[in-house]
Antibody, heavy 124, light 111 residues
Framework: EVQLVQSGAEVKKPGESLKISCKGSGYSFPSYSIGWVRQMPGKGLEWMGI????????RYSPSLRGQVTISADKSTSTAYLQWSSLKASDTAIYFC?????????????????WGQGTQVTVSS | QSALTQPASVSGSPGQSITVSCTGTGSDVGGYIYVSWYQQHPGKAPKLILYDVGHRPSGVSSRFSGSKSANTASLTISGLQAEDEADYYC???????????FGTGTTVTVL
């Protein structure tokens, strides 16, 4: 059974750093890309970026490039999303999701399995 | 890259059919088959219900169908049921620097 299990909820202060995780199981982790999606309170889905665990190549949404870092560890089948300095506006639920690779580094067709989401709250 | 445009809300009575539209540009919806749809119930993770315009993943009800014409994709839910009440998002690959984009989301209400 394919599963993406994300780390638990976090409460942080502005300026603090954070790294959340997404562990895949039930499939060949390097054979699929992993995307991250943000959902701010009461808002819609926003694509943040994607990583190809095979070689850790990444693509970022232009609006978020430089604000977050996506990484992956093939040996533990885990993807990560990290911030070096959180802001209150980073408060959101963050989902990881698996994307089948149609063409390596090519178009994303869809996100077929999703993690349960990680609530991140940034408040002083 | 702006989000794809969806109506904020659509409603229907049980048993009826409803259609949710998703409008983009020739750089995304109009240019590729990589349009997908997601269903999200409150407090839950999104669930893929259609990919590549009109393909259903295993286990998804045949009451969900998809189509595309020019720069607009559509999700049709036939035989509307109470359990279909949820938020629905379209998405597409885009050849712009954004690479991928979601729609603004539509709340489907079963009257």
């Amino acid at each position: 059974e394919v599963q993406l299990v994300q780390s638990g909820a976090e409460v942080k202060k502005p300026g603090e750093s954070l790294k959340i995780s997404c562990k895949g199981s039930g499939y060949s982790f390097p054979s699929y890309s992993i995307g991250w999606v943000r959902q701010m309170p009461g808002k819609g889905l926003e694509w943040m970026g994607i990583i190809y665990p095979r070689d850790s190549d990444t693509r970022y949404s232009p609006s978020l490039r430089g604000q977050v870092t996506i990484s992956a560890d093939k040996s533990t089948s885990t993807a990560y999303l990290q911030w070096s300095s959180l802001k209150a506006s980073d408060t959101a639920i963050y989902f990881c999701a698996r994307a089948p690779i149609i063409i390596f580094r090519g178009p994303i067709s869809s996100f077929d399995f999703w993690g349960q989401g990680t609530q991140v709250t940034v408040s002083s | 890259q702006s989000a794809l445009t969806q109506p904020a809300s659509v409603s229907g009575s049980p048993g009826q059919s409803i259609t949710v539209s998703c409008t983009g540009t020739g750089s995304d919806v109009g240019g590729y088959i990589y349009v997908s749809w997601y269903q999200q119930h409150p407090g839950k993770a999104p669930k893929l219900i259609l990919y590549d315009v009109g393909h259903r993943p295993s286990g998804v009800s045949s009451r969900f169908s998809g189509s595309k014409s020019a720069n607009t994709a559509s999700l049709t839910i036939s035989g509307l049921q109470a359990e279909d009440e949820a938020d629905y998002y379209c998405s597409s690959y885009t050849s712009s620097s954004a690479f991928y984009v979601f729609g603004t989301g539509t709340t489907v209400t079963v009257l």
